[in-house]
């Protein structure tokens, strides 16, 4: 018992320490590139670019949004750490995603992921297969964003997928877009957990038919 309370304390300390760099300046945090198509009030539609990113996903019915962000990132942090076939260490990135699953879904629960840095873009090193990773390769896909402030709970973001699918609904009515899964949708973190102003987060949900790329 001890033993797990002082790993689960040294882990929360790491996060904490770790995700210093997200709010340093003299740091410079890649992101996956986009392109905003449109923009509105209270949402945008944005064109990914294809990129590859690593995921980790949990498959504990128990777990909530928070646990699971937590508990991904810090396996994802031991790969861009050297633990992985090559012992490379790759550059952090932001936002970090976790997918919220869909309540009608069996097995794997949420999934975290960090966008890899660019240098590894063309031919990202293998995780260790202890960490139970999977490295993703995204095509070009236009994503509906809408950012909140504050943090990201298990008690608000329901809350913010809502108010965007509204906005969709809203604003596209009568156009080809469509939504494509309502009751799975993405929160992308930028800030550390010890920020306590101007944090920013989104909340994702793909579509389509809003042009021929995506």
């Known amino acids: 018992m001890e033993t797990t ?12 320490a770790i995700c210093y760099c997200f ?6 945090i890649e992101s996956p590139k986009y392109t905003v198509i449109q923009s509105e ?6 064109l990914y670019n294809e ?10 019915t128990n777990y909530s949004f928070e646990h699971s962000t937590e508990t991904g990132f810090h396996r994802l942090y031991q790969y861009i750490h050297g633990a992985n076939l090559n012992s490379s260490k790759l550059a952090i990135t932001a936002p970090i995603l976790t997918k919220i ?5 069996y097995g794997v629960n949420y999934i975290v992921r960090m966008y890899v840095s660019a240098h590894f873009q063309g031919k990202p090193p293998q995780p260790n297969p202890e960490l139970k990773l999977q490295l993703e390769k995204w095509k070009t896909q236009c994503i509906a964003v809408r950012k909140f402030s504050g943090y990201a709970k298990d008690d608000n973001i329901n809350k913010e997928i809502e108010s965007l699918v509204s906005s969709l609904n809203k604003h596209l ?8 899964d309502t009751s799975s949708y993405t929160i992308a973190q930028y800030n550390a957990s010890f920020r306590n102003t101007e944090r920013v987060n989104e909340v994702w949900i793909k579509v389509s038919g809003f042009r021929t790329d995506c």
């Open 5 to 16: 309370v002082l790993i689960m304390c040294f882990f929360n300390s790491l996060f904490i």
């Open 23 to 28: 709010n340093n300046p003299v740091h410079a």
């Open 41 to 46: 009030s209270d949402f945008e539609i944005r």
């Open 51 to 60: 990129s590859t990113w690593i995921s980790a996903s949990s498959s504990q």
């Open 101 to 105: 699953p869909s309540s009608t879904s």
């Open 173 to 180: 009515d009568g156009t080809s877009t469509i939504i494509q």
